[in-house]
Protein backbone atom coordinates (compact mmCIF):
# COMPACT_ATOMS: atom_id res chain seq x y z
CA UNK A 1 0.00 0.00 0.00
CA UNK A 2 1.06 3.53 -0.85
CA UNK A 3 2.24 6.13 1.80
CA UNK A 4 -0.17 8.67 1.96
CA UNK A 5 -0.21 11.99 3.58
CA UNK A 6 -1.97 11.20 6.78
CA UNK A 7 0.86 7.81 7.52
CA UNK A 8 3.17 10.16 6.84
CA UNK A 9 2.09 12.36 9.90
CA UNK A 10 1.42 9.34 12.07
CA UNK A 11 3.57 9.52 15.43
CA UNK A 12 4.07 5.71 16.98
CA UNK A 13 4.29 6.31 20.43
CA UNK A 14 7.38 3.72 21.53
CA UNK A 15 9.94 3.60 24.04
CA UNK A 16 13.86 2.22 24.92
CA UNK A 17 14.17 -1.37 24.16
CA UNK A 18 13.73 -3.29 27.34
CA UNK A 19 16.33 -5.58 29.10
CA UNK A 20 15.50 -8.15 26.82
CA UNK A 21 15.41 -5.97 24.00
CA UNK A 22 12.03 -5.16 22.71
CA UNK A 23 10.59 -1.89 22.59
CA UNK A 24 7.13 -0.68 24.38
CA UNK A 25 4.26 0.70 22.40
CA UNK A 26 0.96 2.99 23.49
CA UNK A 27 -1.80 3.54 21.45
CA UNK A 28 -4.77 5.96 23.80
CA UNK A 29 -4.50 4.05 26.83
CA UNK A 30 -3.28 1.03 26.00
CA UNK A 31 0.18 -0.42 26.58
CA UNK A 32 2.06 -3.23 24.71
CA UNK A 33 5.22 -4.68 25.75
CA UNK A 34 6.63 -7.92 25.44
CA UNK A 35 9.28 -10.43 27.01
CA UNK A 36 11.19 -13.56 26.06
CA UNK A 37 7.80 -15.54 25.95
CA UNK A 38 4.53 -13.28 26.59
CA UNK A 39 3.28 -9.95 25.20
CA UNK A 40 1.38 -8.20 28.05
CA UNK A 41 -1.74 -5.75 27.60
CA UNK A 42 -2.68 -2.81 29.96
CA UNK A 43 -5.74 -0.73 29.77
CA UNK A 44 -7.08 1.69 32.52
CA UNK A 45 -9.68 -1.05 33.86
CA UNK A 46 -7.38 -3.85 33.59
CA UNK A 47 -4.01 -5.92 31.61
CA UNK A 48 -4.18 -9.04 29.68
CA UNK A 49 -0.62 -11.66 29.03
CA UNK A 50 -0.80 -13.47 25.75
CA UNK A 51 1.89 -15.71 24.22
CA UNK A 52 4.46 -13.95 21.89
CA UNK A 53 3.60 -16.43 18.81
CA UNK A 54 -0.22 -16.36 19.26
CA UNK A 55 0.30 -12.78 19.30
CA UNK A 56 2.18 -11.89 16.66
CA UNK A 57 0.51 -14.81 13.88
CA UNK A 58 -2.67 -12.45 15.66
CA UNK A 59 -1.06 -9.38 14.75
CA UNK A 60 0.16 -9.99 11.50
CA UNK A 61 -3.00 -10.75 10.11
CA UNK A 62 -4.68 -7.92 11.27
CA UNK A 63 -1.72 -6.13 9.27
CA UNK A 64 -1.74 -7.78 6.57
CA UNK A 65 -5.32 -7.67 5.41
CA UNK A 66 -5.77 -3.98 6.68
CA UNK A 67 -8.40 -4.76 9.81
CA UNK A 68 -10.42 -7.25 7.90
CA UNK A 69 -14.24 -7.21 7.58
CA UNK A 70 -15.40 -6.87 11.13
CA UNK A 71 -13.69 -7.68 13.68
CA UNK A 72 -9.97 -9.77 14.24
CA UNK A 73 -10.20 -11.25 18.23
CA UNK A 74 -6.25 -12.06 18.46
CA UNK A 75 -8.13 -14.23 21.41
CA UNK A 76 -11.26 -13.76 23.54
CA UNK A 77 -9.89 -10.22 25.14
CA UNK A 78 -7.80 -8.54 23.00
CA UNK A 79 -9.12 -7.63 19.22
CA UNK A 80 -9.81 -5.11 16.56
CA UNK A 81 -12.98 -3.73 15.11
CA UNK A 82 -12.74 -2.47 11.72
CA UNK A 83 -15.15 0.93 10.62
CA UNK A 84 -13.47 1.13 7.18
CA UNK A 85 -11.73 4.75 7.71
CA UNK A 86 -11.18 4.20 11.71
CA UNK A 87 -10.57 1.09 13.86
CA UNK A 88 -11.50 0.44 17.89
CA UNK A 89 -9.14 -1.49 19.62
CA UNK A 90 -10.74 -3.40 22.41
CA UNK A 91 -10.13 -5.50 25.10
CA UNK A 92 -12.67 -7.55 26.46
CA UNK A 93 -15.47 -5.66 24.73
CA UNK A 94 -17.00 -9.22 23.15
CA UNK A 95 -16.36 -11.02 26.25
CA UNK A 96 -19.34 -11.14 28.59
CA UNK A 97 -17.08 -11.76 31.62
CA UNK A 98 -15.45 -8.72 31.02
CA UNK A 99 -18.67 -6.55 30.31
CA UNK A 100 -20.59 -7.93 33.31
CA UNK A 101 -16.72 -6.81 35.44
CA UNK A 102 -17.16 -3.63 34.09
CA UNK A 103 -13.38 -4.33 33.04
CA UNK A 104 -13.81 -4.06 29.55
CA UNK A 105 -12.35 -0.73 27.22
CA UNK A 106 -12.18 0.65 23.63
CA UNK A 107 -10.67 3.25 21.73
CA UNK A 108 -11.70 4.20 18.45
CA UNK A 109 -8.87 5.23 16.26
CA UNK A 110 -7.67 6.70 13.18
CA UNK A 111 -6.97 3.97 10.91
CA UNK A 112 -3.27 4.89 9.69
CA UNK A 113 -2.69 6.01 13.65
CA UNK A 114 -3.07 1.90 14.33
CA UNK A 115 -1.86 0.45 10.94
CA UNK A 116 1.56 2.15 11.19
CA UNK A 117 1.88 1.72 14.83
CA UNK A 118 1.12 -2.15 14.89
CA UNK A 119 3.84 -2.52 11.50
CA UNK A 120 6.65 -0.67 13.90
CA UNK A 121 5.33 -3.32 17.07
CA UNK A 122 5.50 -5.88 14.20
CA UNK A 123 8.83 -5.11 12.88
CA UNK A 124 10.12 -4.89 16.51
CA UNK A 125 9.43 -8.01 17.96
CA UNK A 126 9.54 -10.42 14.88
CA UNK A 127 12.61 -12.13 15.34
CA UNK A 128 14.61 -13.25 12.47
CA UNK A 129 14.14 -17.19 12.88
CA UNK A 130 9.90 -16.22 13.28
CA UNK A 131 7.61 -16.55 10.28
CA UNK A 132 4.17 -15.36 11.60
CA UNK A 133 2.75 -16.62 8.09
CA UNK A 134 4.20 -19.90 8.12
CA UNK A 135 2.73 -22.79 9.74
CA UNK A 136 4.30 -24.07 13.02
CA UNK A 137 6.37 -26.70 11.53
CA UNK A 138 7.58 -24.46 8.67
CA UNK A 139 9.36 -21.59 10.87
CA UNK A 140 11.84 -21.34 13.52
CA UNK A 141 11.06 -19.92 17.00
CA UNK A 142 9.36 -16.39 17.99
CA UNK A 143 10.65 -16.79 21.61
CA UNK A 144 14.21 -15.61 23.53
CA UNK A 145 15.31 -12.28 23.42
CA UNK A 146 15.39 -9.97 20.46
CA UNK A 147 17.01 -11.72 17.96
CA UNK A 148 17.00 -9.47 14.47
CA UNK A 149 13.90 -9.05 12.79
CA UNK A 150 12.06 -10.93 9.52
CA UNK A 151 10.87 -7.88 6.78
CA UNK A 152 10.94 -10.05 4.43
CA UNK A 153 8.69 -12.55 5.82
CA UNK A 154 5.95 -9.65 7.76
CA UNK A 155 5.73 -7.34 4.84
CA UNK A 156 4.23 -9.96 2.93
CA UNK A 157 0.35 -8.66 1.83
CA UNK A 158 -2.77 -10.45 0.58
CA UNK A 159 -2.16 -11.24 -3.19
CA UNK A 160 -5.05 -9.85 -4.76
CA UNK A 161 -6.22 -10.11 -8.55
CA UNK A 162 -7.96 -7.38 -10.18
CA UNK A 163 -9.50 -9.53 -12.31
CA UNK A 164 -8.84 -12.79 -12.15
CA UNK A 165 -5.51 -14.76 -12.04
CA UNK A 166 -3.69 -15.45 -15.72
CA UNK A 167 -5.97 -12.86 -17.03
CA UNK A 168 -3.56 -9.96 -18.85
CA UNK A 169 -2.20 -8.51 -15.79
CA UNK A 170 -2.83 -10.52 -13.38
CA UNK A 171 -0.31 -13.52 -14.60
CA UNK A 172 0.68 -14.30 -10.67
CA UNK A 173 0.77 -18.35 -11.69
CA UNK A 174 3.68 -19.78 -9.93
CA UNK A 175 5.88 -21.93 -11.29
CA UNK A 176 8.80 -24.11 -9.86
CA UNK A 177 11.32 -21.42 -10.66
CA UNK A 178 9.21 -18.94 -9.35
CA UNK A 179 10.68 -19.27 -5.94
CA UNK A 180 7.68 -21.20 -4.91
CA UNK A 181 8.23 -24.61 -4.21
CA UNK A 182 4.93 -27.41 -4.17
CA UNK A 183 4.38 -27.94 0.16
CA UNK A 184 5.49 -30.89 1.56
CA UNK A 185 1.66 -31.49 2.12
CA UNK A 186 0.70 -31.03 -1.47
CA UNK A 187 3.33 -32.91 -3.64
CA UNK A 188 0.39 -35.35 -4.93
CA UNK A 189 -1.55 -32.06 -6.64
CA UNK A 190 -0.93 -31.89 -10.57
CA UNK A 191 1.11 -29.27 -11.69
CA UNK A 192 -0.70 -29.34 -15.35
CA UNK A 193 -2.76 -26.37 -16.64
CA UNK A 194 -5.98 -26.22 -18.66
CA UNK A 195 -5.33 -26.20 -22.41
CA UNK A 196 -6.50 -22.68 -23.83
CA UNK A 197 -8.01 -23.08 -27.41
CA UNK A 198 -9.30 -19.27 -28.08
CA UNK A 199 -11.17 -18.43 -31.10
CA UNK A 200 -8.74 -15.95 -33.07
CA UNK A 201 -8.62 -12.48 -32.06
CA UNK A 202 -9.77 -13.49 -27.99
CA UNK A 203 -6.39 -14.63 -27.03
CA UNK A 204 -6.07 -12.20 -24.26
CA UNK A 205 -9.29 -12.58 -23.47
CA UNK A 206 -9.65 -15.53 -22.66
CA UNK A 207 -7.49 -17.35 -19.41
CA UNK A 208 -7.52 -19.88 -17.01
CA UNK A 209 -5.40 -21.59 -14.19
CA UNK A 210 -4.90 -24.36 -12.23
CA UNK A 211 -6.32 -23.40 -9.20
CA UNK A 212 -4.86 -26.74 -7.00
CA UNK A 213 -1.45 -25.96 -8.64
CA UNK A 214 -1.78 -22.53 -7.63
CA UNK A 215 -2.78 -23.42 -3.79
CA UNK A 216 -0.37 -26.06 -3.94
CA UNK A 217 2.41 -23.31 -3.97
CA UNK A 218 1.25 -21.44 -1.36
CA UNK A 219 4.02 -20.69 1.17
CA UNK A 220 1.81 -19.23 4.16
CA UNK A 221 -0.86 -20.83 5.89
CA UNK A 222 -4.04 -18.87 6.91
CA UNK A 223 -3.94 -16.01 4.59
CA UNK A 224 -6.45 -15.65 1.51
CA UNK A 225 -5.28 -14.25 -1.54
CA UNK A 226 -7.47 -12.92 -3.97
CA UNK A 227 -8.03 -15.24 -7.30
CA UNK A 228 -10.75 -13.63 -9.15
CA UNK A 229 -13.16 -10.65 -8.64
CA UNK A 230 -15.92 -9.92 -10.39
CA UNK A 231 -18.04 -6.88 -8.97
CA UNK A 232 -17.81 -7.42 -5.54
CA UNK A 233 -17.95 -11.27 -5.56
CA UNK A 234 -14.19 -12.12 -4.27
CA UNK A 235 -12.48 -15.39 -4.44
CA UNK A 236 -10.36 -16.15 -1.66
CA UNK A 237 -8.74 -19.37 -1.90
CA UNK A 238 -5.95 -20.21 1.16
CA UNK A 239 -3.86 -22.81 2.73
CA UNK A 240 -4.63 -23.42 6.04
CA UNK A 241 -2.55 -25.52 8.47
CA UNK A 242 -3.06 -25.81 12.33
CA UNK A 243 -4.91 -22.83 13.89
CA UNK A 244 -6.55 -20.01 12.34
CA UNK A 245 -4.41 -17.27 14.55
CA UNK A 246 -7.59 -15.04 14.98
CA UNK A 247 -11.70 -15.68 15.69
CA UNK A 248 -12.81 -13.78 12.87
CA UNK A 249 -16.58 -11.97 14.02
CA UNK A 250 -17.84 -11.19 10.45
CA UNK A 251 -19.78 -8.26 10.21
CA UNK A 252 -21.82 -9.88 6.72
CA UNK A 253 -21.96 -13.29 5.46
CA UNK A 254 -19.17 -15.53 4.62
CA UNK A 255 -19.48 -18.63 2.45
CA UNK A 256 -16.74 -21.86 2.92
CA UNK A 257 -15.60 -24.18 0.28
CA UNK A 258 -13.63 -27.29 1.64
CA UNK A 259 -11.37 -28.03 -1.70
CA UNK A 260 -9.31 -30.37 0.03
CA UNK A 261 -8.50 -32.16 3.28
CA UNK A 262 -10.45 -31.09 6.79
CA UNK A 263 -11.01 -27.84 9.18
CA UNK A 264 -12.92 -27.97 11.88
CA UNK A 265 -14.50 -24.54 13.09
CA UNK A 266 -15.63 -23.53 16.69
CA UNK A 267 -18.56 -21.05 16.44
CA UNK A 268 -19.37 -18.82 18.89
CA UNK A 269 -21.79 -16.13 19.61
CA UNK A 270 -19.97 -12.78 18.01
CA UNK A 271 -20.60 -10.36 20.57
CA UNK A 272 -20.72 -12.69 23.86
CA UNK A 273 -18.16 -15.21 22.71
CA UNK A 274 -21.16 -18.02 23.73
CA UNK A 275 -20.70 -21.95 21.63
CA UNK A 276 -22.86 -22.02 19.11
CA UNK A 277 -21.80 -24.67 16.66
CA UNK A 278 -18.89 -27.21 15.89
CA UNK A 279 -18.77 -27.53 12.36
CA UNK A 280 -16.19 -30.63 11.01
CA UNK A 281 -15.42 -29.41 6.67
CA UNK A 282 -14.58 -32.02 4.56
CA UNK A 283 -13.75 -32.09 0.74
CA UNK A 284 -16.35 -30.62 -1.04
CA UNK A 285 -18.80 -29.47 1.72
CA UNK A 286 -20.22 -25.70 1.56
CA UNK A 287 -21.11 -23.97 4.72
CA UNK A 288 -22.28 -20.33 5.18
CA UNK A 289 -20.72 -18.33 8.29
CA UNK A 290 -23.44 -16.32 9.11
CA UNK A 291 -22.90 -12.30 9.96
CA UNK A 292 -23.79 -12.55 13.81
CA UNK A 293 -21.26 -15.28 14.84
CA UNK A 294 -17.21 -15.54 15.35
CA UNK A 295 -15.63 -18.13 14.33
CA UNK A 296 -11.61 -19.85 14.36
CA UNK A 297 -11.00 -23.04 12.01
CA UNK A 298 -8.30 -25.80 13.09
CA UNK A 299 -6.59 -27.55 10.25
CA UNK A 300 -4.58 -31.42 10.94
CA UNK A 301 -2.76 -31.36 7.98
CA UNK A 302 -2.25 -28.89 5.34
CA UNK A 303 -5.58 -28.26 3.82
CA UNK A 304 -7.23 -25.73 0.60
CA UNK A 305 -9.92 -23.71 1.31
CA UNK A 306 -11.90 -21.13 -0.46
CA UNK A 307 -13.02 -18.28 1.46
CA UNK A 308 -15.95 -16.64 -1.00
CA UNK A 309 -16.63 -13.35 0.03
CA UNK A 310 -19.14 -9.81 -0.72
CA UNK A 311 -16.82 -6.82 -0.18
CA UNK A 312 -20.08 -4.69 -0.93
CA UNK A 313 -19.40 -1.38 1.02
CA UNK A 314 -23.16 -1.25 2.82
CA UNK A 315 -23.67 -4.70 3.66
CA UNK A 316 -22.43 -3.86 7.61
CA UNK A 317 -24.39 -0.85 8.06
CA UNK A 318 -27.84 -3.09 6.16
CA UNK A 319 -26.85 -6.26 8.30
CA UNK A 320 -26.78 -4.19 11.60
CA UNK A 321 -29.45 -2.43 11.14
CA UNK A 322 -31.91 -5.52 10.29
CA UNK A 323 -32.66 -4.36 6.69
CA UNK A 324 -31.20 -7.91 5.71
CA UNK A 325 -30.70 -11.16 7.41
CA UNK A 326 -27.64 -12.39 9.12
CA UNK A 327 -27.99 -15.28 7.31
CA UNK A 328 -27.79 -16.24 3.67
CA UNK A 329 -30.78 -18.00 2.50
CA UNK A 330 -34.02 -19.10 3.42
CA UNK A 331 -34.20 -22.94 3.63
C1 LIG B 1 -12.11 -16.21 8.11
O1 LIG B 1 -12.08 -15.55 9.13
O2 LIG B 1 -13.18 -16.41 7.58
C2 LIG B 1 -10.85 -16.74 7.56
C3 LIG B 1 -9.69 -16.02 7.69
C4 LIG B 1 -8.52 -16.54 7.17
C5 LIG B 1 -8.52 -17.74 6.52
C6 LIG B 1 -9.70 -18.45 6.37
C7 LIG B 1 -10.88 -17.94 6.89
O3 LIG B 1 -7.39 -18.22 6.02
FE1 LIG C 1 -14.36 -15.26 8.71
Same mark, same amino acid.
Given at each position: ??????????? $?????????????? #??????? /????? *?????????????????????? #??????? *?????????????????????????? /????????????????????????????????????????????????????????????????? /???????????????????????????? *????? #????? $?????????????????????????????????????????????????? $???????????? #??????????????????????????????????? $???????????????????????????????????????
Amino acid at each position: MATTEAEATVE $IQSGDPNEAGYRPF #QLGEFKF /RRDDY *FVYIEWPTGSHVMSADAFLKAL #QRDVAWD *FFYGIVNFDGVIGTVNHYGTVDLFAG /RYNDGYRKAELDHLENMPTPAIRETFKAMLDDWTNETFDPFASPDETGSAFGPKNGDNRKAITRH /RVAAARMVGVKGDEQIRSDDSGFPVNRH *FSDVP #QDEPE $IRAEAGFEDELASFNLFAYLSRSDVTWNPSVVSVCKDSLFCPTTEEYILP $IIHGNDRVEWFL #QLSDEIYWDVEDRDSGQIRSKVVMKPGDVAAMPAD $IRHQGYAPKRSMLLVWENAAGDLPELISSGKLPTYPVEL
